[in-house]
């Protein structure tokens, strides 16, 4: 079946630097989503990419859809303290699910 | 959007009894579905859970263990089984259908002692 990998699995940095993560799927993608999940909390929709070599920002952060659709970057500049929790891409697998990633769960040292 | 409740948000069991985990949205939605999520781990789909059928479960998850009900197109719950310590997880309610991203449930916060 359809798998979603992503890595690193755990991420620490320091407050101030960068952060990336990077989603793979097996298969092509019609579209992809990005969840930011804080400690103690639930999944939240970050934002969804659908066109091959798309880039959204979101103040800090920095989306990417790759050229063939099978895979995905998060990009955090300057991380913050608020910044710290665990990040998933998902991929649509039909009737409205979703198969999620493995996450990156982000550690920002103050 | 779409706001869920679910409750409890947390809970201690012994093991051996059940637990029912309750959604209610504050929409209509055609789907709603029920996630497991293992200490540090990803998200993984228990079953899809229509109003008027039953539940669709995936690979590795039976009814008699998580039972389902959706009485209607705004509530739903889980049921967690003859639970066991293995049993202990996060288990969060979603929606999707109609919108482009899914909503998710607060989460329920399980470990069974």
């Known amino acids: 079946g359809q798998q979603v990998m992503q890595i690193p699995q755990y991420q620490h940095v320091q407050e101030g630097e960068d952060f990336t993560t990077y989603c793979n799927s097996s298969?092509?993608?019609?579209?992809i989503q990005w969840y930011k999940q804080r400690p103690g909390g639930h999944p939240v929709f970050l934002i969804q990419l659908v066109k091959s070599g798309e880039v959204k920002k979101q103040k800090r952060l920095t989306f990417q859809f790759g050229e063939a659709k099978k895979n995905s970057s998060l990009h955090i500049t300057a991380t913050q303290t608020t910044d710290v929790g665990t990040y998933f891409c998902?991929?649509?697998?039909?009737?409205?699910?979703?198969?999620f990633g493995t996450g990156t769960s982000l550690t920002v040292i103050p | 959007s779409a706001v869920i409740s679910q409750k409890p948000s947390r809970d201690i069991c012994q093991r051996g009894t059940s637990l029912t985990i309750q959604c209610q949205v504050d929409?209509?939605?055609?789907?709603m579905f029920w996630y497991r999520q293992q200490p540090g781990q990803s998200l993984t789909l228990i079953a899809t859970a229509n109003q008027g059928s039953e539940a669709t479960y995936e690979s590795g998850f039976v009814i008699d263990k998580f039972p389902i009900s959706r009485p209607n197109l705004t509530f739903s719950t889980l049921t967690v089984s003859n639970m066991s310590p293995e049993d202990s997880s996060i288990y969060l309610c979603?929606?999707?259908?109609?919108?482009?991203?899914?909503?998710f449930g607060q989460g329920t916060r399980l470990t069974v002692v």
């Open positions: 929409s209509q939605v055609t789907m």
């Open positions: 998902a991929g649509p697998r039909g009737g409205n699910q979703f198969y």
């Open positions: 979603s929606v999707a259908g109609g919108f482009t991203e899914a909503f």
């Open positions: 298969t092509t993608l019609s579209n």
